[in-house]
């Protein structure tokens, strides 16, 4: 006589029902979704300007080039502080400091950075594409 499963048909050895679902990285479905802020000076509020950044597991948000600032953060874990300057781009020495943060889930994990930069000018340099809203 065949023993009886307590697990529904087709659950995995860890008794999930969708068949395969432990086979499929989780990686690849974490959440990845940030608020970008910028503020001028080097506080964090009141905000100038804000956007939504939305990664995974559906791409969009209120970001204007959304797919490839999320391209540029995934090596950054979703911190604005990793960034580094591109180099052989000029900026006009003047202070006039702004400040990028970036609160959010990334890798489903709770993320918050931000970053003060002297001028906006070095800010699209270092940021590049996620400084762009």
Not at 24 to 31: K, Q, T, V, W
Not at 122 to 127: S, T, V
Request: net charge positive.
């Amino acid at each position: 006589m065949a023993a009886l499963s307590a697990s529904p048909a087709g659950a995995d050895s860890l008794g999930d029902p969708r068949p395969g679902i432990s086979e499929i990285s989780g990686d690849e479905f974490s959440a990845r979704a940030l608020v970008l802020t910028l503020t001028q000076g080097s506080t964090t509020l009141p905000s100038t300007r804000t956007v939504v950044l939305q990664c995974s597991p559906v791409g969009g948000g209120t970001h204007p080039r959304a797919r490839e600032a999320c391209a540029a953060l995934e090596p950054a874990s979703g911190d604005v502080r990793k960034f580094k300057p591109a180099t052989g781009l000029i900026c006009p020495l003047i202070y006039e400091p702004v400040t990028v943060s970036a609160v959010g889930v990334w890798k489903s994990r709770f993320t918050m950075s931000s970053q003060t930069f002297g001028n906006s000018c070095q800010m699209r340099n270092a940021l590049g594409v996620v400084g762009g809203f």
